[in-house]
């Protein structure tokens, strides 16, 4: 545990801010991976009506988490939360097979547009990460997604929100996700950067 907590605050270590969006379908689980990331504990939730934003600090960067709801409802506000942050983050409910496609539709209304963008995709309530149907699951849930078509920098991470039997620890599978975030939101700044050089 203590491990995993150090490679956070080293992942953190610079002065970068960052806005990024927690979206996903309703009982997705957002809301409990927020918490567990930000303060390493499995709290009770309940549905996020409207937004609710979370910011937390590791070793000198400062996340700003938008974290919105998923109501059906909310959800033609989502695109109003993506256009402006740096990256974004897409919470799926890998057990929910019946909503991937509708995940996939709101997806694409909020990405489309959105060139560039970072995305990390977390195919949540995956309690076993042994489970053999899984990588099988996370493949059909990509092609329901669609999200190969989008001119993004993406990637998908299996992820338990909260602690099971097979996958005690939550964070041995979400600090690996939130590593990748944080490196592809550094190596945007990069190339937007280099962008802004050549054409100075």
């Known amino acids: 545990m203590g491990a995993l907590i150090s490679r956070l605050q080293k992942l953190f270590a610079t002065n970068r801010q960052y806005e990024v969006s927690m979206l996903g379908l309703d009982a997705a689980g957002k809301t409990t991976i927020l918490y567990q990331i930000k303060c390493n504990n499995t709290v009770s939730t309940i549905p996020t009506i409207g937004f609710n934003v979370e910011q937390f600090q590791m070793g000198g960067i400062t996340f700003n988490v938008w974290d919105i709801g998923g109501q059906e409802n909310i959800r033609p506000l989502w695109k109003n939360y993506v256009d402006s942050a740096a990256g974004l983050i897409y919470v799926v409910d890998i057990k929910d097979r019946e909503r991937w496609g509708i995940a996939g539709k709101e997806l694409e209304n909020i990405i489309k547009g959105c060139d560039n963008k970072v995305v990390l995709i977390l ?15 996370i493949e059909n849930m990509v092609r329901e997604l669609d999200i190969e078509k989008y001119r993004i920098t993406w990637k998908v991470f299996h992820v338990a929100a909260v602690d099971t039997p097979q996958s005690p620890d939550p964070l041995e599978r979400l600090v690996p996700a939130f590593e990748w975030l944080v490196d592809a939101l550094k190596n945007s700044d990069r190339r937007i950067q280099e962008r802004s050089t050549l054409n100075g």
């Open 123 to 137: 195919a949540n309530k995956a309690d076993d990460p042994n489970d053999e149907n899984l990588e099988s699951d």
